[in-house]
């Protein structure tokens, strides 16, 4: 289905059927002032290998682990919308580049899913920042399968040179990538490096949640 009408649709519905909190089920608001307020910030996180910067909002934890996983296991996706919104709140202006790049899903993936929670996270940031989303030119080019079961050597080779830029023009001299949960930050680097590849002079990142290693990603 077409991703405006689904969003249309599901907008209908929460209107008919007032809206509950993805974090805590109480009834008012999709993503509530407490859960909003008890989301820990990610002070300081290291860039990964081949990235200039990174950002990350919060601890996968809590209210925004379950917003996450209502966002890309439910399928809601105007969560996408409020995730974006408190992203921006917490980083106020964009100071970080020319334009968003969201890290895409596979084809097959994409299919299941029926669309890229990391696109869409990228087209509500873009909205706010007036900055344009390119979500097209980098393409995952073969299926890494479940990260999640991988250690972080086995990430790392899992998905190096698993993107390229596939696009006629160039992409942005200044990238911002934009993904959902930041584990090892192999899945950013190797982005990066195709992003470097095709002319791409910095690239910073922005997450909206910091997972640890322990089984604990989505
Ligand atoms: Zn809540």
Known sequence: MDGLLAEWIERALAFVFPDRCVGCGSAGALFCAACRAAARPVADEAPPAGLDA???AWRYEGSVRRAVHALKYQRRRRVARVL???LAASLGECPYGDALIPVPL???RLAERG???SAELARHLARRW???VLA???IRQRDTGHQARLRRR???TNVAGAFAW??????PARAILVDDVLTTGATLGACAAALRAAGSRQVVALTLARALMSGDHP
């Open 54 to 56: 990174i950002v990350v």
């Open 84 to 86: 974006a919104n408190a």
């Open 106 to 108: 596979h084809p097959e």
């Open 115 to 117: 669309f890229n929670q």
């Open 130 to 132: 007036s900055l344009p």
């Open 136 to 138: 097209n030119g980098l």
């Open 154 to 156: 086995e990430r790392q």
């Open 166 to 171: 596939r696009a006629p023009t160039p992409p």
